[in-house]
T-cell receptor, first 114, second 117 residues
Framework: GQQLNQSPQSMFIQEGEDVSMNCTSS?????WLWYKQDPGEGPVLLIA?????ELTSNGRLTAQFGITRKDSFLNISASIPSDVGIYFC??????????????FGKGTLLTVNP | DTGVSQNPRHKITKRGQNVTFRCDPI?????LYWYRQTLGQGPEFLTY????????KSRLLSDRFSAERPKGSFSTLEIQRTEQGDSAMYLC???????????????FGDGTRLSIL
């Protein structure tokens, strides 16, 4: 089955620093998404990418859909304490109106030191 | 609040008991998904509904699990004869599902955390 390799597993940074995390896959996805999850809550959508090569920003967040459709990265600039949480990448395939399930990475735990 | 709503938020039960969770998706979202998340892992797909039709079930969904979406709105996930390994966070997500809208991202509820004693 499809698997996503997300790295790094965890990051400990100082407030104000930039951070980058990425996901790679053994197979192609049509859509890449990035979610953030806080303890005891569900994942919250940050960015959705629909085209290979697409670069999309959402405030201090920037994400790219790799040309090969097998990878994506997420950058956070000028980190702040509320950026703390677990970041998940997710890939989605879809064809013929069938299942649109998400395949998730294992997450990157981000800790920001004030 | 117009997001995905899940109830209960927490459920503690003894092994062997049956449990049922409810999910109310975002209004007018045709697609509804159930995922399971264990500690240190990303969510894993369980099953998917397009309106009231259950279109796919993961191999993770054993015979003890059943999901319904009778009127194409809210959904329930039932686990019969619970086992220790069923302890997890059960997440529901929904998305619009029309050709005109194309592929829209899934939005998640805050989940139901199940603990089996």
């Amino acid at each position: 089955g499809q698997q996503l390799n997300q790295s790094p597993q965890s990051m400990f940074i100082q407030e104000g620093e930039d951070v980058s995390m990425n996901c790679t896959s053994s197979s192609i996805f049509n859509t890449w998404l990035w979610y953030k999850q806080d303890p005891g809550e569900g994942p919250v959508l940050l960015i959705a990418l629909y085209k290979a090569g697409e670069l999309t920003s959402n405030g201090r967040l920037t994400a790219q859909f790799g040309i090969t459709r097998k990878d994506s990265f997420l950058n956070i600039s000028a980190s702040i304490p509320s950026d703390v949480g677990i970041y998940f990448c997710a890939g989605q395939t879809h064809s013929g109106g069938s299942n649109y399930k998400l395949t998730f990475g294992k997450g990157t735990l981000l800790t920001v030191n004030p | 609040d117009t997001g995905v709503s899940q109830n209960p938020r927490h459920k503690i039960t003894k092994r062997g008991q049956n449990v049922t969770f409810r999910c109310d998706p975002i209004s007018e979202h045709n697609r509804l998904y159930w995922y399971r998340q264990t500690l240190g892992q990303g969510p894993e797909f369980l099953t998917y509904f397009q309106n009231e039709a259950q279109l796919e079930k993961s191999r993770l969904l054993s015979d003890r699990f059943s999901a319904e979406r009778p009127k194409g709105s809210f959904s329930t996930l039932e686990i019969q004869r619970t086992e220790q390994g069923d302890s997890a966070m059960y997440l529901c997500a929904s998305s619009p599902g029309t050709v005109a809208l194309g592929n829209q991202p899934q939005h998640f509820g805050d989940g139901t955390r199940l603990s089996i004693l």
